[in-house]
């Protein structure tokens, strides 16, 4: 008998553990895909308004470009994450189903609400850094420079930030999102100015 309950308690303690961790892994990947949304809203504003700043020097235009890179951006991703996050839930409801489950525990399946409103959170949050950093900057070379040091601020954070909540290396987790967020940038400037010069 007393074999019996050890037993007895040391499953439960094992069910309490992996749920415990069950739990945990899904926060974890719900807070990265959080911090992805935000570096991707960070440099595709950031070279938005790199790349048009190339051409249309002018404040208005690159801040203007900037937001709307930031709304376009943040329901793109609402509208991505909805119907992928809406099919994973439909196809859990249907593999529920077939295991004859009658209780459907809710809260356990996947949200398209909340994973679209996190993602146009996450999305704008990043986007707002290069809006913000250019806003109050009239000199077009030194607002330039701002954006870029406020972008490379933000790309390492955000890249900490992802490796922690990934169990990554920090240090190249960051070097990589910083290199990746400057090319991006980089690309765009680049290409734009060529073409603004030339093509136009």
Same mark, same amino acid.
């Given at each position: ?31 990265? +895909?959080?911090? *992805? $949304? @935000?570096?991707?809203? /960070?440099?595709? #504003? =950031?070279?938005?308004? !790199? ?70 959170? +996450?999305?704008? *949050? $990043? @986007?707002?850094?290069? /809006?913000?950093? #250019? =806003?109050?900057?009239? !000199? ?61």
């Amino acid at each position: 008998m007393e074999s019996y309950n050890v037993n007895n308690s040391l499953n439960i303690d094992m069910e309490k553990d992996q749920e415990t961790a069950f739990d945990y892994s899904k926060r974890s990947q719900w807070l990265r +895909a959080a911090v *992805l $949304g @935000a570096i991707d809203g /960070l440099v595709s #504003a =950031a070279s938005l308004m !790199m790349g048009v700043g190339a051409v249309k020097p002018d404040v208005k235009t690159m801040i203007l470009t900037g937001f709307a890179g930031l709304v376009a951006g943040a329901c793109s991703m609402a509208i991505g994450e909805f119907v992928s996050v809406y099919s994973q839930y439909d196809i859990e409801v249907a593999q529920i189903k077939r295991e004859n489950t009658r209780d459907i525990e809710k809260e356990k399946l996947p949200n398209p609400m909340q994973a679209a409103a996190a993602s146009v959170c +996450a999305f704008s *949050l $990043g @986007a707002a850094v290069p /809006l913000l950093a #250019a =806003a109050f900057v009239k !000199m077009y070379e030194m607002r330039i420079r701002v954006i870029v040091a406020a972008v490379t601020l933000a790309l390492v954070m955000f890249g900490w930030l992802g490796a922690v909540l990934g169990k990554a290396p920090v240090v190249k987790s960051s070097v990589r999102v910083l290199i990746g967020g400057w090319l991006a940038m980089t690309v765009t400037y680049g290409l734009t100015r060529l073409f603004g010069s030339h093509g136009l």
